[in-house]
């Protein structure tokens, strides 16, 4: 079955890090760009990051850059965003997704998982 | 980038034709062929149903159809059913538009 599965979202406060994992099926992992899309709550859709099939490349929103970092273990079929110094305004529910390169279109997403900053 | 100007809403009744329009700018929309537009029913993951301008994934009804005019894109829903009610986002370059919330009267 072609699908990607979040998890990992919760309550954290400011300034606390989390960690999002996302599994894969094969067929639409392996050898393909994969991202990280956000939606705080009522609004809309946000990139955030995206890495390349082999996690040598990795771009960067620039309101996460320096905080958050995308990584990938293709052996696992996974996809990670390890987040820190988080913020309220990261409040959102948190995709991952499959994007074609060159297009910039992201055809396969996840369930989302919700990340909550506050205290 | 700025995010692509989206309306806020749009409407129409069962079997009518809607569009949508995505204006972005001549370095986004205007300069490539690569706008996509997803559909997100509440509490769903969106959905890809436009890429390329104009090409409709597998799986898409022939209804959904997209274009594109200088520097702005439109998705165009015809024949409108009731689970065409929906938010509907474009995307160029990594760059989403502010969301269209598509009412079936």
């Known amino acids: 079955e072609v699908q990607l599965v979040e998890s990992g979202g919760g309550l954290v406060q400011p300034g606390g890090s989390l960690r999002l994992s996302c599994a894969a099926s094969?067929?639409?992992?392996?050898?393909?760009?994969m991202s990280w899309v956000r939606q705080a709550p009522g609004k809309g859709l946000e990139w955030v990051a995206n890495?390349?099939?082999?996690?040598?490349?990795?771009y960067y929103v620039g309101s996460v850059r320096g905080r958050f970092t995308i990584s990938r273990d293709n052996a696992e079929k996974s996809l990670f965003l390890q987040m820190n110094s988080l913020r309220a305004e990261d409040t959102a529910v948190y995709y991952c997704?499959?994007?074609?390169?060159?297009?910039?279109?992201?055809?396969?997403w996840g369930q989302g998982t919700l990340v909550t900053v506050s205290s | 980038q700025s995010a692509l100007t989206q309306p806020p809403s749009a409407s129409g009744s069962p079997g009518q034709s809607v569009t949508i329009s995505c204006t972005g700018t001549?370095?986004?929309?205007?300069?490539?062929?690569?706008v996509s537009w997803y559909q997100q029913h509440p509490g769903k993951a969106p959905k890809l149903m436009i890429y390329?301008?104009?090409k409709r994934p597998s799986g898409v009804p022939d209804r959904f159809s997209g274009s594109k005019s200088g520097n702005t894109a439109s998705l165009t829903v015809s024949g409108l059913q009731a689970e065409d009610e929906a938010d509907y986002y474009c995307?160029?370059?990594?760059?989403f538009g502010g969301g269209t919330k598509l009412t079936v009267l």
């Open positions: 997704a499959r994007v074609r390169t060159i297009s910039n279109y992201f055809d396969y």
């Open positions: 094969e067929l639409i992992f392996s050898g393909y760009w």
């Open positions: 890495i390349n099939q082999y996690g040598s490349e990795k």
């Open positions: 001549s370095s986004d929309v205007g300069d490539y062929n690569y």
């Open positions: 390329e301008v104009s």
């Open positions: 995307s160029s370059l990594r760059v």
